[in-house]
């Protein structure tokens, strides 16, 4: 299974602001050049976090991200589940042993295991080494913004 730019893109922007100490703000142009991304692209997937309540954005001056709930709520497998379209990996409508046939039953326990798995996880999990992050997320930030 290979998972979609737009849910790669999702679990970094929570990564760089889950890095952060709370309070502290990121900017969507601080996370696009950190990972060398389309600004563009990263507004989209930052305003879906917002309104799943993965995200929250403050407006105006001083602005940012922030997480919207605590990272050891957030679970890998609510993001993927929330970020991803349609899990099943085969097409079974044309298939003239569709009828018979017990992979589709094989292939859709695969999947639950696969989501199981990412549902034992949270962002927290994810940012155990947190000051290394950081210190990753510096080297690459723009040199008017601090982690």
């Known amino acids: 299974m290979q998972l979609t730019r737009y849910t790669d893109y999702a679990v970094r922007v929570l990564l760089h602001v889950g890095a952060r100490d709370e309070g ?14 389309s600004r563009n692209h990263l507004m989209k997937v930052v305003q879906d976090l917002g309104q799943a309540g993965f995200l929250e954005t403050v407006r105006g001056r001083g ?11 957030i679970t890998v497998g609510e993001v993927v589940r929330h970020t991803e379209t349609g899990f ?15 992979l589709p039953r094989v292939f859709n326990e695969a999947t639950r295991a696969f989501l199981d798995v ?15 992050l950081r210190r990753i997320f510096r080297a690459f930030a723009p040199t008017d913004q601090a982690l």
């Open 24 to 37: 502290d703000l990121s900017s969507i142009a601080e996370i696009a050049q950190t990972y060398d991304i």
């Open 118 to 132: 990412l549902d034992r996880y949270t962002l927290a999990d994810a940012l155990t080494r947190r000051d290394d």
């Open 88 to 102: 099943q990996l085969v097409d079974c409508t044309n298939c003239i042993v569709r009828t018979a046939c017990t």
């Open 63 to 73: 602005g940012g991200l922030r997480l919207g709930r605590q990272a050891n709520e």
